[in-house]
C-alpha cells in the first residue's frame, strides 16, 4: 500500500520551533513534487510550502523566512522546518506528494499531524 506518513507535530511555545517529516512507503520508485498544506479550525485547506523533483521551492506569504521545505531524495522524504511559530500557525499540517510506481503514479495525502502553537 502507497502512502505517506507524517510525523514531528506537537505543542510548542510562541517562537519555538519544530521539524515535520513526510515519509513515503510501499512499492514506488520515486517521490515528485511534493507541498505541505495546513487547516484550522473553521478555515479552508491552505498551501505553506512547496517543492518540485528539482529541489525548488515555494511559500505562502504568511511563512516565508521562517519556513523551510526540504527533501531527501534517498529516502523518499520531505521535511518542513518550522521556525519562529506563531500562534496563528495552530493546524492540521498535511503532505501531499505525486509519487512515482512501477505501474502507476499516485497523488497521495498524509493522515495529518497537529501543530498547535500557544501564546
Known amino acids: 500500500q502507497v502512502q505517506l506518513v507524517e510525523s514531528g507535530g506537537g505543542l510548542v511555545q510562541a517562537g519555538g520551533s519544530l521539524r515535520l517529516s513526510c515519509a513515503a512507503s510501499?512499492?514506488?520508485?520515486?517521490?515528485?513534487?511534493a507541498g505541505w498544506y495546513r487547516q484550522a479550525p473553521e478555515k479552508q485547506r491552505e498551501l505553506v510550502a512547496s517543492?518540485?523533483?528539482?529541489?525548488?521551492?515555494n511559500y505562502a506569504d504568511s511563512v516565508k523566512g521562517r519556513f523551510t521545505i526540504s527533501r531527501d531524495n534517498a529516502k523518499n522524504t520531505v521535511y518542513l522546518q518550522m521556525n519562529g511559530l506563531k500562534p496563528e500557525d495552530t493546524a492540521v499540517y498535511y503532505c501531499?506528494?505525486?509519487?512515482?510506481?512501477?505501474?502507476?503514479?499516485?497523488?497521495?495525502w498524509g493522515q495529518g499531524t497537529q501543530v498547535t502553537v500557544s501564546s
Open positions: 501531499n506528494a505525486a509519487l512515482v510506481g512501477y505501474l502507476r503514479s499516485y497523488n497521495v
Open positions: 510501499g512499492s514506488i520508485r520515486s517521490l515528485n513534487a
Open positions: 517543492i518540485t523533483t528539482g529541489g525548488n521551492t
